[in-house]
């Protein structure tokens, strides 16, 4: 498959225009950017100080189980648009605020009083959200505490890495109701584990604990402690690395590996090619020779 360079050149000019600035400071708090109502199903907030660039996107609907309805996904489509076009940001975690539960799925008591068309535009809704936060030029993380079913794992396996804590459920039970994963569940999870076994946790529907979400290479992490803390700890590993770099290498990665490997090599060198005349890389260059810590820019 051929890739024609001017068009990688000019995503890839984009990213580099787009690419965020160094953030400075001390001290941890949260500042909520929208959606500052208490009662707010889906909240997006940004770390300060230390932790500057990391963004947060809260699911806090307790009485439904954080399930996926009209109101939710409209506050969560409007946290994907802020973080895609905010050039501060570095990395994104995604979490609850409802003890127990990542996710649970689709509002099935909103779904009864949907038509067939509704239903299948309310699924195309999701299927396009899941991979609005896909793409995201950011690192994603989803922390899983508690569980993740049916369209909350789709959820989970729109982002980059998962980390799962000790009271994590995740599977996909839709042919439990007879339907199947209709966002992105039955293309994202074989993609991750494998043909043969994504077809045997979708066929019988099976819910897995967080330690066998790991073994199969389900969630990067089990953590006998809280998936949150573990998925702080990945994305201030990333804060120190240099912005323009990462994005690039997200989408050599993302891009790359839906194609054959030849055109896959060819991307990555036009990525690379991206990040050659950026003052972080100089920079980079100068802290290993000064045997310091790289103060990077975004630029």
Do not use: W
């Not at 809260?58 to 109101?71: D, E, S, T």
């Not at 699924?123 to 922390?143: D, Q, Y």
């Not at 993302?254 to 890389?281: K, M, N």
């Amino acid at each position: 498959m051929f890739v024609p360079r001017v068009t990688l050149v000019s995503r890839q000019a984009v990213l580099a225009k787009s690419a965020p600035r160094a953030f400075m400071g001390t001290g941890r708090v949260l500042r909520q950017l929208h959606s500052t109502t208490t009662d707010a199903e889906c909240s997006h907030e940004r770390l300060t100080g230390a932790d500057a660039g990391i963004s947060i996107i809260n699911f806090n609907r307790p009485k439904a189980k954080n399930a996926l309805g009209r109101n939710f996904m409209k506050e969560f489509n409007q946290a994907l648009q802020e973080l895609r076009f905010d050039e501060d940001v570095r990395c994104v975690i995604v979490k609850s605020s409802v003890a127990g539960v990542f996710c649970a799925g689709a509002d099935l008591k909103e779904r009864t009083t949907m038509t067939p068309i509704e239903v299948a535009a309310f699924v195309h809704s999701l299927r396009t959200a899941f991979g609005n936060l896909e793409s995201l030029p950011v690192p994603t993380i989803a922390a899983l505490d508690g569980a993740a079913l049916g369209g909350g794992l789709e959820v989970a396996l729109s982002t980059d890495i998962r980390v799962a804590g000790v009271g994590a459920k995740l599977g996909l039970p839709e042919t439990k109701l007879a339907i199947i994963p209709g966002a992105g569940g039955t293309q994202r999870l074989p993609r991750l584990i494998g043909i043969p076994r994504a077809k045997e946790l979708i066929f019988t529907a099976r819910v897995l604990k967080s330690v066998e979400a790991e073994r199969i290479g389900l969630v990067n992490y089990a953590v006998e402690g809280s998936a949150y803390d573990k998925a702080l700890e990945i994305a201030r590993s990333i804060l120190t690395k240099g912005p323009v770099a990462i994005k690039a290498a997200k989408l050599a990665i993302d891009r790359g590996t839906q194609v054959d490997i030849s055109s896959g090599l060819a991307f990555e060198q036009t990525c690379y090619a991206q990040v050659i005349p950026t003052e972080d890389r100089l920079e980079g260059l100068r802290a290993f020779k000064e045997k310091r810590e790289p103060v990077y820019k975004g630029r």
